[in-house]
């Protein structure tokens, strides 16, 4: 009988809290807008790949590393939970200052060209910016 050749998984090259890590720091250049969120997510999981960390812990638990790592990303602001699993590095998100450029071009435009009651029903189907815009209107007339 021929004997066959066993091959033995090469060694570990990182455990389980420098995959987080690193999870975390891809997480970081995505938030930063290094590299693309599908990029992060399969360059970690090709990391865990080679480290052989799906063979030593399965994909369940990669995944799982990976979400925490990640998953706050697309999570709308109310949903992010930050805890001692949260990526430190990661700058926080632009606030917003008022409307988008956008809608005020767009509310100049109802301004020039709608009656006081078109104006008001326009503001009233944008109250979240109709406070700002109302002030930017009230500094343009007193100007």
């Given at each position: ?24 720091i891809e997480a970081d250049m995505v938030a930063r ?10 360059t970690v999981q090709w990391v865990a790949e080679q ?50 450029q956008s809608t005020i071009d767009a509310f100049w ?35």
């Open positions: 009988m021929a004997e066959t050749a066993t091959t033995t998984a090469p060694a570990i090259f990182g455990d389980l809290d420098d995959f987080r890590e690193y999870c975390e807008g290094w590299v693309s969120f599908q990029h992060g997510v399969d480290w052989r960390l799906v063979d030593a812990i399965g994909q369940d638990a990669v995944q799982a590393v990976m979400a925490a790592a990640f998953g706050w990303l697309h999570a709308a602001p109310d949903e992010i939970e930050l805890d001692d699993e949260a990526p430190s590095l990661a700058p926080e998100p632009p606030r917003r200052r008022g409307p988008a435009y109802v301004v020039r060209t709608e009656t006081p009651d078109g104006i008001a029903a326009w503001l009233a189907r944008h109250p979240a910016d109709a406070a700002h815009l109302h002030t930017l209107l009230k500094a343009r007339l007193h100007a």
